[in-house]
């Protein structure tokens, strides 16, 4: 008998009991295994169907279980709280919240009374107030210093720019026509005796 005859009798009789248990026999897993990976194309199609019924597990596994997986480690992560726990917070979060108050108010105090006595501008005081006295009383260092070389630089700027030099009381003959120009009613007045003076000249 050739193999196409004994293939078209396998078809002819592929329902028969005693064909089925006998080609049955042929098959096994290592069978199918060595199969498989002898021929590409039975292998790709193997791989695609078991993608597919895997794709489709998981799908139905993720419908039936993981919204319910989720919420347990969200519990778990996350417990509810109940209303003790929640007004024990509320006064926890008032409670730091004067204490801040409270500490801003004693840094406030001290550091007016610093800006006082340091002849700082008191309006600039609320912006060097730091998180604590330390941090307060560097930040007010870091004023006094850049307002007194502010004020300085102005003062200097003043002076330079009238192109006055306030006459030397020792010698009285340093005033000029010229400094008399720029200098001001309130300086005329207090130099008076050398004012007269270059004017009898």
């Known amino acids: 008998m050739s193999l196409e005859e004994v293939k078209q009798f396998i078809d002819s009789n592929k329902e028969s009991e005693e064909v089925k248990t006998y ?22 199609w ?76 008191l309006k600039l005081v609320d912006y060097f107030i730091g998180s604590d006295e330390e941090t307060t009383n560097k930040n007010l260092e870091v004023l006094d210093s850049v307002f007194q070389s502010s004020v300085q630089a102005v003062v200097e700027q003043r002076l330079k720019g009238d192109g006055y030099a306030p006459p030397n009381n020792n010698n009285k003959t340093d005033l000029t026509l010229e400094s008399l120009k720029c200098m001001s009613q309130a300086e005329i ?13």
């Open 189 to 201: 007045n207090q130099n008076w005796d050398s004012v007269k003076n270059l004017l009898k000249k």
């Open 46 to 121: 193997f791989d695609s169907t078991v993608d597919k019924r895997t794709t489709k597990s998981l799908e139905t596994w993720k419908t039936n279980h993981l919204e319910q997986l989720i919420d347990e480690e969200v519990k778990k992560r996350f417990p509810e709280k109940d209303a003790k726990d929640i007004e024990l917070e509320k006064l926890k979060v008032e409670v730091e919240k004067m204490q801040r108050e409270k500490q801003r108010e004693i840094l406030t105090n001290q550091a007016m009374k610093i800006a006082s006595d340091k002849k700082l501008p």
């Open 23 to 44: 080609l049955q026999g042929f098959l096994s897993v290592e069978g199918v295994q060595q199969f498989l990976q002898e021929n590409k194309d039975a292998k790709s």
